[in-house]
Each structure stands twice: as structure tokens, then as C-alpha cells.
């Protein structure tokens, strides 16, 4: 297991249109998060999952952002109607589910809206 | 989560000791201190967390002060590798997420 894939590692999308994004976690990690980053500033917290129920959202994903993880493998996260404001890293992270041990992060899906 | 406070960037010459501090004058029993760091066009990476006890890993040192109102992540021996922007978390080992400040930009230079 070669860690946290993100796929792809950049999308250029027209305002509007939909983009879907796909983070494979570590295997063995029952933990998946999503993360959102612009210029200099942290990573914020968008969403997450325990296996496959999605157990908490933040008030920045908006009803045109929706996260999956079916089968509690693979996650995707959707944007529809994509704005610029949009145009953004996405991060996805994994992790056992206890303090114990730290995330694991991908290398990110640059998003830019045109 | 509580807050934390770091300096907005630092400089440290490479093959000497990064001392990176961070204030957290505000946490709470049951939440840990984790560092992360972020090089350029890549996810955070996981560094070191502890509790109330300095630790020791492969990348780094923790040293949490006795009224753990304070800690300073130590890079004992610098390079140009550890360029990067250190992030400095306070969490609670229950919490569901971890969040982020805006870190502090250590420059290693020759």
C-alpha cells in the first residue's frame, strides 16, 4: 500500500459544469476525510466518513458539494455547477480511528474554475 | 479544539537545530498536541503528537511545557528538505477532525 491516492492531481473545469474527484484510502485506514485548501492558507475541514456513514459535514460544503464512500473503500466528492470561488486544493486524508495515530494525507486534486 | 498561536514564518540554517514554538494556553486535559507539516504542492504530512510527555520520533522531538500551555517541535538537525509550512494542532483524542491554523513557513537555508 503506497498511501492515500488522489485522482486527478488537477482538473481545469468552465464555471458551471460538474467535477468529481476520488481519493482511495489507505486499506486498512476506516477513517476518511476531505479537506479544502486556497492560497496560503490551512487545509479546512470539509467532511468525513467512518467506514461508509458520513458522520460529519462542515457548513462550507454547500448543497452542491456531496461525498460518498460506498462499500467504506474509495470516497468521491462531487461539486456541481462549479463557481470560481470553488477553484481550490482538495485534500483527502485517512486514518485508524483513534488518537493514537495521525492522518494520512494525499497529494491533493488542484481544482481551477474558469 | 483550542487555539493555537505560532510565528508566521522563521529562517533556520540548514544542519542546525529548528526550534518551532506554539502557544496553546488554552487546552484542555484531554487534548493532544500534533504537528504537521506541509511541503510545497503536497499534503500535510504527519509529524509527532503527544500528550503531556516529550516524544521522540525519526523526524522530530515534542516538548510540551508542564502546564502544557505551551510546545516546541525541534527538527534536531535542519536541511533544505525541511522547508516547509509547520502546523502546529491542539485536538481532543475523541474529536472527529483536525483543524488547521495557518502555520508557521520555515525557510532552511544554506
Known amino acids: 500500500d503506497t498511501g492515500v491516492s488522489q485522482d486527478p492531481r488537477h482538473k481545469i473545469t468552465k464555471r458551471g459544469q460538474n467535477v468529481t474527484f476520488r481519493c482511495d484510502p489507505i486499506s486498512e485506514h476506516n477513517r476518511l476525510y476531505w479537506y479544502r485548501q486556497t492560497l496560503g492558507q490551512g487545509p479546512e475541514f470539509l467532511t468525513y466518513?467512518?467506514?461508509?456513514?458520513?458522520?460529519?459535514k462542515s457548513r462550507l460544503l454547500s448543497d452542491r458539494f456531496s461525498a460518498e464512500r460506498p462499500k467504506g473503500s474509495f470516497s468521491t466528492l462531487e461539486i456541481q455547477r462549479t463557481e470560481q470561488g470553488d477553484s481550490a486544493m482538495y485534500l483527502c486524508?485517512?486514518?485508524?480511528?483513534?488518537?493514537?495515530?495521525?492522518?494520512?494525507f494525499g497529494s491533493g486534486t488542484r481544482l481551477t474554475v474558469v | 479544539d483550542a487555539k493555537t498561536t505560532q510565528p508566521t514564518s522563521m529562517d533556520c540554517a540548514e544542519g542546525r537545530a529548528a526550534n518551532l514554538p506554539c502557544n496553546h494556553s488554552?487546552?484542555?486535559?484531554?487534548?493532544?498536541v500534533y504537528w504537521y507539516r506541509q511541503i510545497h504542492s503536497q499534503g500535510p504530512q504527519y509529524i509527532i503528537h503527544g500528550l503531556k510527555n516529550n516524544e521522540t520520533n525519526e523526524m522530530a522531538s515534542l516538548i510540551i511545557t508542564e502546564d502544557r500551555k505551551s510546545s516546541t517541535l525541534i527538527l534536531p538537525h535542519a536541511t533544505l528538505r525541511d522547508t516547509a509550512v509547520y502546523y502546529c494542532i491542539v485536538r481532543d483524542g475523541t474529536a472527529s477532525k483536525l483543524t488547521f491554523g495557518t502555520g508557521t513557513r520555515l525557510q532552511v537555508t544554506l
Open positions: 466518513f467512518q467506514n461508509e456513514a458520513q458522520l460529519e
Open positions: 488554552t487546552i484542555s486535559g484531554n487534548e493532544y
Open positions: 486524508a485517512s486514518s485508524f480511528d483513534t488518537e493514537f495515530y495521525g492522518y494520512t
